[in-house]
């Protein structure tokens, strides 16, 4: 397909003075796990006419670079189970403003797709993982195989990713040896961490989330009667705090979107499976992107006016006190988390 672009600016920036130079993707809201914090365990997924097509998301991809945006994170629910995602991954790795094409995965395709990803382009991936007991991690994912993730985990290391990052969601659920566990595995494995506060998105029957609410101080205490944790002023362009301990190469991340607010400094927006393109995690301001690609197939200067008008939309931060601002709490699999 022809695409065609005239001039438009080459920057996007929101009424507050933000400019927007990360986009997160979700290539699909299927997945392979049911994560109790993230999906309900009979899931009801979007019909596959409606979600958008690779060839769709590409030229998303191109749009976007040619408006500025650097960093782009593909994922989902869980990307590696989208049919041919990999050849998403070639075409988005070709993008020439592209700094940084990265991915967030719960491991389990990875055995296999590791290699294909790394010659695409990919440097840096985030895999998921809440525990290294093998019946705790069937708890939490309600389906998943662990030691499927850890040979993942493993083929990833000798394929050489520039920087590999366990993302663990912080819920109650677990012993505080787990936690210390998962930070000896990173700390072993030349791996980064990132702790992650649990929000109330998602249908969360099993571990209702007031309940299950570990705020990152807590986490942070806890890893400090083991180790000595340095807060350093490194930044990853995102809205996590990292922490160093001496001697080891490894980072540890916390994002706290419930004990923290970080919106004064948000540079990201999402686009749904759909194509909706979400201005703030935390509230419904959107605009239908599917629409744009579906009513003038490869216009590439219609869909990025359509980008650039809708920064108008992004709001000054996000809510997640249900009381206060019930906006409808999307699932995290078809936000893209
Ligand atoms: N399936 C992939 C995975 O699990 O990494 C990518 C999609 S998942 C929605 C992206 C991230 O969101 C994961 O790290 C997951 O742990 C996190 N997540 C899901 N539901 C969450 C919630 N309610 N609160 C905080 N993080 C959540
Ligand atoms: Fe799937 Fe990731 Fe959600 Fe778990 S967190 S159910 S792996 S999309």
Redesign the pocket.
């Known amino acids: 397909m022809a695409i065609h672009s005239q001039e438009s600016p080459n920057r996007l920036v929101d009424r507050f003075g933000r400019q927007v130079t990360y986009v997160r993707m979700s290539v699909t809201d299927r997945?392979d796990?049911r994560?109790v914090?993230?999906m309900s365990e009979r899931m009801t997924f979007i019909p596959r006419a409606q979600l958008l097509t690779l060839e769709e998301m590409a030229m998303l991809g191109q749009a976007f670079t040619e408006l500025g945006v650097r960093k782009l994170r593909i994922?989902?629910?869980?990307?590696l189970v989208r049919k041919n995602v990999i050849s998403l991954f070639r075409q988005l790795g070709r993008l020439p403003e592209l700094e940084e094409l990265t991915l967030?995965?719960?491991g389990s395709q990875l055995e296999h797709l590791a290699r294909p990803l790394r010659e695409a382009g990919v440097k840096r991936i985030?895999?998921?993982l809440?525990s290294l007991d093998p019946r705790r991690f069937r708890r939490i994912t309600r389906i998943g195989n662990l030691s499927k993730v850890l040979r993942g985990i493993d083929a990833a290391l000798a394929v050489g990713f520039e920087r590999l990052k366990l993302?663990t969601?912080a819920i109650r659920d677990r012993g505080d040896d787990e936690i210390l566990g998962l930070l000896d595995f990173v700390l072993d494995h030349g791996m980064d961490i990132t702790f992650?506060?649990?929000?109330?998105?998602?249908i969360?029957a099993d571990a209702p989330?007031s309940q299950s609410f570990v705020p990152s101080e807590e986490i942070l205490e806890l890893l400090r009667t083991r180790h000595e944790v340095i807060a350093t002023d490194e930044t990853s362009g995102g809205p996590a705090r990292y922490y160093r301990i001496p001697a080891h190469a490894t980072r540890v991340g916390f994002i706290s979107p419930r004990s923290h607010s970080f919106c004064e400094s948000c540079n990201r927006v999402r686009v749904t499976t759909e194509g909706r393109l979400l201005l703030c995690l935390g509230q419904d301001h959107s605009v239908d992107l599917k629409k744009v690609l579906r009513a003038h197939p490869g216009d590439l200067s219609r869909l990025k006016q359509a980008i650039t008008r809708a920064m108008e939309l992004k709001p000054e931060g996000h809510d997640f006190n249900r009381a206060r601002h019930p906006v409808a709490f999307r699932n995290?699999?078809s936000t893209?988390?």
């Open positions: 997945c796990f994560c914090y993230c994922t989902g629910g869980e990307p967030t995965t719960n985030n895999i998921s809440d993302n969601v992650i506060e649990q929000m109330p998105a998602g969360d989330s995290m699999s893209g988390g």
